[in-house]
Every structure is written in structure tokens, then in C-alpha cells.
């Protein structure tokens, strides 16, 4: 971490001196591959030397699900920085639109929500709602002036009194805000923790390998009859994972049915994710080791009919689809399987219950 410096100009200006507080994991990762491309920005808008220092810190809330101010403040490293934005992956929201960030020009600091700003173009917008943030903090603005403030899709809204907010706007803003929420579940990252399932799936998803009955009804079940076997199991897996490991969020959790909803929608989605990773994982692994011990000759004389490539990767259908189903109940014997820092919903409660 970089102390805090005041450098100056040429003609002797003094460098404003920006803090980013970030939330760990991929926000401060975001932040940190951002950060090269803000000092020259911010310098060049506002005409001065302007110093950008990242502290990652976990935001905390207060006991009313506010974002603890104070804290925020502290994590600063050296002197009292000119201006604090703090990044974090609480998605925020008012009841009508996603708050993609919150300016408090009397308090110098200023509140962005990673999840609202979506799922890609997430650095570029990122570091415009950072740029724009820091800007309204360290200068002036006058209203109408922020109002013309661009942000595609969003809209800075100026109160009498009270901080400055920018809006998503567009009609997927809530859709965005889900698929950021996604995105911060890193939810490829979560896939190993599914190891056991992944080796009662491959146990079972096996048998299909070494046992003709299962070739013969590979065989014979049409496309859409395979698919819709994949669904159920991928449902049935999904379903185990939320009930064993307490998944679901209710409304007297998170207070609010809207803020539950969110939470739920983006635990399902990221796990749909994480099973669907595990089951391709599955299906290439049964298709290699059914091509390689399998002869074609061989399955010509079980089926009674010449075999093409189709009917390898029918009988690895079928067999990952058994895998999958089989995986669930593998998940349950193994303790080290734990999912529940997967949701946004018991990440934030860590955050009352974390001191200092």
C-alpha cells in the first residue's frame, strides 16, 4: 500500500488526494486494474495533480443496513485524505432503480455498488462511476452541470439537500444488477468446493461406460427426452445444495422482500452456474473414457446397428445426467462442502458480526 503523498504541480499546486476504500475478492481486483488509468484522468478533468490510493477493507454495516461512515473513514492510511469513494459488493438500490453511486459532498466521500454496474464492461464503467465520483468530491459542481454528467444507461440526480445519486435507468438495470450480483459470487471460483459431488457424479456417471442396458437406452431416448432428464437433474442437484447448506435467504433475514428476492435470484443463478460447470465437466470426462474403451464394433454388436459419434455422446448424456443426480447425495457426506459465503445474504450478516 502506497503512504500518502502530497504532490504538487509546476506552478506549485498542491495534488488532491483521493482514498479508495474496496471490498476484498473481485472488487478490490477490479479497483486495482482500474487504478493506473485514474490519476491522469481526474488530473486532466480537474486541472490539478490528484493523488489515488486503494485501501481493501471490508465495508461494515450498521445495525439499521446502512454503511458505517465512520469506519469507511478510517481506513485510511496516512492524513485525512481530500476525498473517499468507497467500492463495495453490497448491491444498493432504492425501491425503483439499482444505485449505481452516492456522492456525499459535505462528508467528502461517495458510495459505488460494484454489482449494479453488471456483469461486463465492468472496468470501463467502473472506472467512470470512480472518475465522475471523485470529480463531484474534489470540485465544485453546479447542478445542471451534473445533470449533463454522461453515463450510459444511468443519470445523476441532484436533491435540495442531500447527496448526489447516480441511477441505472435502462429497462434491465434490475437484470444488471442480478448478473453484477453473479459476478461477485465468482461462482467458477466456487466449483471446487463441489469436489465430492464431482466424484459421486463421476462414480455414478461411470456405470454408463460398463454396462450395455445403458447403451441400449441411450440409444433409444429421443433428444428431447435427454434433455429435459439433464433439467431435472441439474434441478434436483441444485435444490440439495440450497436445503443442505441453507442457501435460501428469507424476508425476516434480509427485512426487506425485495432485497430477498434479489439475494435468492442471484444465489440460484450463480449455482446454476456452478452445476452446469460441474455437469460439462462430467460430460467430456464419461465421452473420452467411453471413446477410448468402448470399441465401435463392439457396440455395433450390443445395439445391433452400425454407431456413429452421436451415440457416444447420447450414452455420455445419459450417464452425466445419472452422475449429477448421484452427485447431490455425494455432497452430503462431505463436511468440507460448505456453500453458504456463496450468497450475498450471508456475506452481508458477517458484516455486523466482524469487530474492528
Not at 2 to 22: E, H, K, M, Q
Request: proline share 6%; net charge positive.
Amino acid at each position: 500500500m502506497a503512504a500518502l503523498t502530497d504532490p504538487t504541480d509546476a506552478a506549485g499546486n498542491a495534488a488532491s488526494t483521493v482514498l479508495i476504500v474496496s471490498d476484498p475478492g473481485i472488487v478490490s481486483r477490479r479497483v486495482a486494474a482500474v487504478l493506473p488509468a485514474l490519476e491522469p484522468e481526474l488530473t486532466k478533468q480537474l486541472g490539478r495533480p490528484v493523488s489515488v490510493i486503494q485501501s481493501v477493507h471490508l465495508v461494515r454495516l450498521r445495525s439499521d443496513d446502512t454503511i458505517d461512515y465512520v469506519r469507511a473513514r478510517t481506513a485510511a492510511p496516512g492524513p485525512d485524505p481530500h476525498a473517499i469513494v468507497v467500492v463495495t459488493e453490497i448491491p444498493r438500490y432504492t425501491p425503483r432503480r439499482p444505485l449505481i453511486s452516492e456522492v456525499f459532498v459535505d462528508a467528502r466521500l461517495a458510495v459505488i455498488s460494484s454489482p449494479t454496474l453488471g456483469a461486463w464492461a465492468t472496468k470501463r464503467r467502473l472506472r467512470i462511476a470512480l472518475t465522475q465520483s471523485a470529480r463531484l468530491l474534489c470540485e465544485p459542481v453546479a447542478a445542471d452541470e451534473r445533470r449533463r454528467i454522461p453515463f450510459r444507461g444511468s443519470r445523476w440526480t441532484i436533491a435540495e439537500s442531500g447527496p448526489s445519486q447516480l441511477y441505472a435507468q435502462t429497462v434491465f438495470s434490475w437484470l444488471r444488477t442480478v448478473l453484477g450480483m453473479i459476478s461477485t459470487n465468482e461462482p467458477l471460483k466456487t466449483v471446487p468446493r463441489l469436489s465430492s459431488a464431482l466424484a459421486a457424479a463421476a462414480a455414478a456417471g461411470a456405470f454408463g461406460i460398463f454396462y450395455n442396458s445403458i447403451w441400449q437406452m441411450a440409444s433409444y431416448l429421443p433428444s428431447w427426452r435427454l434433455l429435459l432428464f439433464t433439467f431435472l437433474a441439474i434441478i434436483i442437484l441444485m435444490g440439495w445444495l440450497v436445503l443442505s447448506n441453507g442457501l435460501w435467504d428469507r424476508t425476516a433475514q434480509t427485512r426487506y422482500a425485495q432485497v430477498t428476492f434479489l439475494y435468492n435470484m442471484s444465489t440460484l443463478a450463480t449455482l446454476f452456474v456452478c452445476v452446469l460447470t460441474l455437469y460439462a465437466t462430467l460430460f467430456v470426462a464419461i465421452l473420452l473414457g467411453g471413446a477410448a474403451l468402448i470399441d465401435p464394433q463392439f457396440m455395433e454388436l450390443i445395439l445391433g446397428r452400425p454407431v456413429g459419434v452421436s451415440d457416444y455422446i447420447n450414452l455420455a448424456w445419459l450417464s452425466s445426467t445419472m452422475g449429477v443426480v448421484a452427485g447431490g447425495v455425494g455432497s452430503s457426506f462431505d463436511s468440507e462442502t460448505d456453500l453458504r459465503r456463496l450468497t450475498h445474504g450471508r456475506r452481508e450478516r458477517e458484516r455486523f458480526d466482524l469487530d474492528g
